[in-house]
């Protein structure tokens, strides 16, 4: 059965802080990671990782696919109150027809 | 871990045809299921909230008459594209929500929906 398993569940930290939020995945064929951040109904797509070990960067987010271990961490520096989301992985597949796999998220309380 | 069972995954149809896709939660009760419509390497679009038992919530611009959603009971969510065409073409994903209120949303694996 395909997985996608996220760690931390939950997190608070500062403004400022940095924080990682891990994602590991079992999947058939795989075809890419996808990280979204969801603040209310609909998760806004951040990042989809291909290729292993080539980082991904949008200002203070970043994030990088490891093929061999079948993980991706997604990395957050600077934080901010506004950052405060569920950050949900995605892994999709490959194989005739398109198909995602969520992992459950993890929920990042940034307080001031 | 809850699970969202989505099912058709995939679905090839002729222009003029209506398709049905369900969402159903497999070990929990979903209060509210969310339906959205996803085009590559973007953000899911919204499309509408479905409450158990009531009238589904579109979001502007999207046509209640064209994808209708029914919220039966606790477990199943179904969206019928009716008279689709090929611009409706797209991959549709469905989420469940445990509570009313919750942030906490588990998702189907989509279906992908071509219209020839």
């Known amino acids: 059965e395909d997985k996608v398993v996220q760690s931390p569940l939950s997190l608070v930290v500062h403004e400022g802080d940095t924080v990682t939020l891990n994602c590991s995945y079992e999947?058939?064929?795989?075809?890419?990671l996808l990280w979204y951040k969801q603040e209310k109904k609909a998760p806004t797509f951040l990042f989809m990782l291909?290729?292993?070990?080539i980082e991904k960067k949008s200002g203070r987010l970043s994030s990088i696919l490891d093929k061999k271990e079948l993980f991706s961490i997604l990395n957050i520096t600077a934080t901010q109150t506004g950052d405060s989301a569920v950050y949900l992985c995605a892994v999709e597949e490959t194989g005739g027809y398109q198909k995602v796999t969520f992992g459950i998220g993890t929920k990042l309380q940034v307080i001031p | 871990g809850a699970v969202v069972s989505q099912h058709p995954s995939w679905v090839i149809c002729k222009s003029g045809t209506s398709v049905k896709i369900e969402c159903r939660s497999l070990?929990?009760?979903?209060?509210?299921m969310f339906w959205y419509r996803q085009f590559p390497k973007q953000s899911l679009m919204l499309m509408a909230t479905?409450?158990?038992?009531?009238?589904?919530?579109?979001e502007q611009g999207v046509e209640k008459d064209k994808f209708l959603i029914n919220h039966a009971s606790l477990t199943l969510s179904t969206l019928t594209v009716t008279s689709a065409h090929p611009e409706d073409s797209s991959f549709y994903i469905c989420?469940?929500?445990?509570?009313?209120?919750?942030?906490?949303?588990?998702f189907g694996s989509g279906t992908q929906l071509s219209v020839l």
């Open positions: 479905s409450n158990e038992g009531s009238k589904a919530t579109y």
């Open positions: 070990d929990f009760q979903a209060t509210t």
């Open positions: 989420s469940a929500s445990d509570r009313e209120g919750s942030e906490k949303l588990f």
């Open positions: 999947v058939t064929n795989f075809r890419s």
């Open positions: 291909t290729s292993s070990g």
